[in-house]
DNA sequence: GTCAAAGTTTGACGGCTATCGTACTTATAT
DNA sequence: ATATAAGTACGATAGCCGTCAAACTTTGAC
């Protein structure tokens, strides 16, 4: 069998599918947690409070949206963050999310008063 | 009876509530249409499939999640949308959404064969 | 005062989806 | 070969949310 799943292609990303995937706050913390490493993460070494197979399916959503690409390496299965095809087809989008602003502010340093 | 209805400040924006409201087509479509005319437009004047119990739902949910303004002019709600302050709260956000790949893309010109 | 226009409120309904537990598969280590 | 580790697949469930119709409110026109 197979284990390499399907990933789709640059051209077929759209805003609608990539947005419900970005709106769960699980999925969200996952690539952010990807973007902020810029390595490749097992899903078993996230940090989520969801169970496994909850997980797998909050993966499957994010990689058929686009935004993850995934590889068996032994038993561990490695999400990489698609960043580069992702801004070629939206854009800023991924950017918007990783502002500060956008996550919640307050980044210490000069704390307010 | 106050016809204002209550707005929330650029402060209290946070980036899940805004997504929520930006992930419904139906939603979305309002907040293209106030940026692509850059005025205020009446509930009534939108360009949407639903019914009007169904629109005023939908925008509550944008007025809450801070992205546009109503007041009423008559009997008419007028809806303004809230760029500037959106873009401080969250900056890029809307950009994003607004560029022509986040759109359908083909913008004809040209239309590749 | 009467009527129409524009929205709101309320209640109901249906579908989607995030979640979990259990059973299963695949690969590695012993 | 056995056992363990890492995920997947499959139901099942519960809650949320988009939708509508009907009744109501408010404003402006006649």
Redesign the pocket.
């Known amino acids: ?1 197979e ?1 390499t ?1 399907s990933h789709p292609e640059v051209s077929t990303f759209n805003l609608q599918q990539v947005l ?1 995937a970005l ?4 999925r969200r913390s996952i690539v952010m947690q990807l973007d902020a490493t810029c390595e490749d993460i ?4 996230f940090d989520i ?13 994010l990689r058929e949206a686009g935004l993850i690409r ?1 590889h ?1 390496v ?5 999400n990489t963050l698609r960043r580069a095809e992702m801004d070629e087809a939206l854009p800023g989008l991924l950017d918007a999310l990783t502002t500060p602003q956008a996550q919640g502010a307050l980044i210490s340093g000069s704390a307010g008063k």
Chains 1, 2 share one sequence.
Do not use: I, L, N
Not at 23 to 26: F, N
């Open positions: 069998m284990r799943p419900e709106v769960d706050p699980v097992a899903c078993g070494a409070s969801v169970s496994k197979s909850t997980a797998t399916h909050h993966f499957k959503v995934q068996y032994g038993t561990s299965r490695m």
